[in-house]
Structures are given as C-alpha cells and as structure tokens.
C-alpha cells in the first residue's frame, strides 16, 4: 500500500462518526495491518489528572505490563518529556527501553501534539532491527498530525481514562 493511500485511509477513520476510542483502535488495527514491519501499534495518551503520565489507549499486538509510563521513563517517556520523535533501531543497545517482548528489536514513538503540548504518542514495535525507516518516521508524524483533532477536551470521557482507576 502506498504513502498516499494510508494517509488516505487515516483520514477516513478520523472523519468517521465512531468514537474517538474507536477511531484510534481502528488506526492501530489498520497500521499494524498494513504497513510492514509494524508488529505492534497502538497509543498512549497523557492523563487528565497528571500531565507527565501516559496512560495505555488502543493498540493492536500482544498485550503489554506498561499500563502507565511516567515522562521520562522508557522510550515513549523519554519521547514526551523531550517532545520529539524517537527511533531506537536495536532495543537492546538503548538502556532506557521498557521491554514489552522478547520479540521487539526496534520501535518508533511519535509524540502528538495539540499546540505545543503532547497529549498522546504513537508507539510502534518491530520484530526487525533497524526495521524503521525514514519514509516510515514522516509516514508516522504525518499521521500524529492528522489525528491530532481527536485528543480534545472530551476525550476523557472515553474508556481510556477509566484505565487510570485500576
């Protein structure tokens, strides 16, 4: 599948009358479908009651223990605190991942924004090491910015925040 008609196909799903919740498990399920090597796709979102939190949203690909990752810790915590993409191309050279698997050698982390401030982030795993590439780094970031609408004031009255409580 080509650039254009996954950009194509995120815009669809965000202009759709599903839930926001479903609108972003539906970008992970369509991500980690299509686009090779992405093995594990999903997002995490910043909390309502503490704005240096990620909270576990929709994804796609084997469950995961890292439910709530404080900024700074891990990759996606590293990417929010320092609000900018990261690529780590071999996991087990990177002393500040959080390992989910066994199975992942690399991973993306695109942090969205809504002006200037990171509400959520795009995480992506591959079982291949140095699997990402740089059409796959724009690829993602266009991607953050398009469904950067989503993440408004509402959205905490979807199932994601109800994941905090546990």
């Known amino acids: 599948m080509d650039i ?47 704005d240096k939190l990620l909270i576990l949203g929709p994804h796609n690909g084997e469950s995961t223990e890292h439910i709530k990752i404080p900024f700074g810790k891990g990759i996606c915590g590293q990417a929010a605190a320092m609000k900018k993409t990261f690529v780590v191309q071999d996991v087990t050279k990177e002393s500040n991942y959080l390992p989910c698997s066994v199975e992942v050698k690399s991973e993306i982390v695109i942090p969205i924004f809504k002006e200037d401030i990171v509400v959520a982030e795009l995480d992506i795993d591959s079982r291949k090491k140095y699997g990402i590439h740089n059409y796959h780094i724009k690829l993602c970031e266009q991607i953050a910015n ?9 959205y905490s009255e979807t199932d994601n925040q109800n994941k905090e409580i546990e």
């Open 4 to 50: 254009q008609n996954i950009i194509d196909e995120i815009k669809r799903i965000v202009k759709s009358d599903n839930t926001v919740e479903n609108k972003l498990q539906e970008i992970s399920d369509f991500l980690q479908n299509n686009i090779e090597p992405f093995d594990w796709v999903g997002f995490y979102i910043v909390s309502k009651n503490n």
């Open 146 to 154: 398009i469904i950067s609408p989503l993440f408004n004031d509402n």
